[in-house]
Each structure stands twice: as structure tokens, then as C-alpha cells.
């Protein structure tokens, strides 16, 4: 059994976009999706520094897994307060797995948590981007035009989840990307789909351990 921590900001309407689409595909059903893996969750306002700084003190995490706004050397929670950045001791994370959706973090920050003893990072190097219906939906759930590009980052959650292996779990990011970008009904959105595709970074390409698995 593995300990998932799962932090989401979900303040502004981009990360009010990122926390519905993971409800949607990874936490409305994990209990009965990974019955052998407990979550704890930070959302809002809960998601500052103190609280999960405390929780990671006091619990073996297995994965984290969160969404926020970030910067190179950042990732920001709750009206963009400060949770990680390189300037500080991050071996709270050693043992763990750990995938930021945020943009840019991947580049220096998720390369320093391998280096202070986090087992594997995901995460993206530039700007991770989503186009969205204009006018905005009052259900962000309902929105189709964002759904493929969170989904994509999804899969990783899923496949950390159900214990594959890194390689793995690119394979299906990769064939997820192949199968969507025709389908996509812009030339615009086929963009911004393989910008973050290959924007992505994880331990198949040197962000850690590739064979780390949570079992």
C-alpha cells in the first residue's frame, strides 16, 4: 500500500480547470479504482507551506501528485503562495515519487528534488498550456475543449497509480498524444497538445529512476 498525497490550488481558473479534470479522472473513483493505495488530500486553502511541510514531516509519502502555477525554480499553491523552490532543503520529499502540473517547475526545481532524494519527477519545462470554451462554461467539468490536454497529464497519475513503470506510462502518454492530435479541431490546438508533449520530462528522460515503481 502506498501514501498518495494529492495538492491542488485551485484558485484562479486555470487551477480551477486542472483540480475539476483531476477529480474527473483520477479522485472521484480512487477509492474503488486503487483500493490498496490511501490519498490525503490539501485543496484551497489548505494547500500553503506549513500545512503540507507538516504533513510530509510526520507521514512516509509514496507519491505526490499536485497542480499549481510554477515557475523554474517554484511551485506555488493557494493564491500563488510559495510551497517548494530551490532555495530550500527539499529532502522532506526524499523516497517519493512526485508529479507537478504547473508550468515550467520540471526545468530547475523538479531536477534539484531528484538531487535531494525524490526518487522520480514529472513534470514540464515551459509553459503548460490548455485552450478553453469562449465564453467560459459555468461547469468547467463540461468543457470538451480542455478535457484532451488535462487528460494527457492525467495519465500519469494513473499509471504511477497502477504501478507501471515509467516507460510505461510515456508508451501511453505517447500513443494517447498520436491518437488525440487528429481528432483535435484546430491547427492551434494540435499545437499547444504536442508543446506540452514534448515539454514533458520524467525519468525516462533523466528525471530520476526510470524502474521506480509505488507497486
Not at 66 to 93: C, R
Not at 141 to 170: E, H, R, S, W
Not at 181 to 198: G, T
Request: proline share 4%; charged share 15%.
Amino acid at each position: 500500500m502506498a501514501l498518495v498525497l494529492a495538492i491542488d490550488a485551485d484558485w484562479d481558473v486555470v487551477t480551477q480547470y486542472c483540480r475539476v479534470f483531476r477529480e474527473q479522472f483520477i479522485f472521484t473513483s480512487f477509492n474503488a479504482t486503487w483500493p490498496q493505495h490511501t490519498v490525503h488530500r490539501f485543496i484551497g486553502p489548505q494547500m500553503v507551506k506549513n500545512s503540507i511541510n507538516t504533513y510530509l514531516g510526520n507521514n512516509h509519502i509514496h507519491y505526490i501528485t499536485g497542480a499549481g502555477h510554477g515557475e523554474y525554480d517554484t511551485f506555488k499553491g493557494y493564491q500563488n503562495q510559495l510551497i517548494w523552490s530551490v532555495n530550500q532543503n527539499l529532502s522532506q520529499l526524499q523516497g517519493a515519487i512526485v508529479h507537478l502540473l504547473a508550468c515550467k517547475a520540471g526545468a530547475l526545481l523538479g531536477r534539484l528534488m531528484v538531487r535531494q532524494g525524490a526518487l522520480a519527477f514529472w513534470g514540464y519545462t515551459e509553459n503548460f498550456a490548455f485552450p478553453t470554451t469562449n465564453p467560459l462554461p459555468q461547469d468547467f467539468a463540461q468543457d470538451d475543449v480542455v478535457k484532451p490536454f488535462l487528460q494527457m497529464d492525467c495519465i500519469i497519475d494513473q499509471g504511477i497509480l497502477n504501478g507501471q513503470t515509467a516507460a510505461a506510462i510515456y508508451d501511453s502518454i505517447t500513443q494517447y498524444v498520436a491518437h488525440i492530435y487528429p481528432h483535435l479541431p484546430s491547427l492551434y490546438e494540435q499545437e499547444v497538445l504536442i508543446d506540452n508533449y514534448v515539454r514533458l520530462v520524467c525519468p525516462v528522460t533523466t528525471w530520476g529512476d526510470a524502474n521506480i515503481t509505488i507497486g
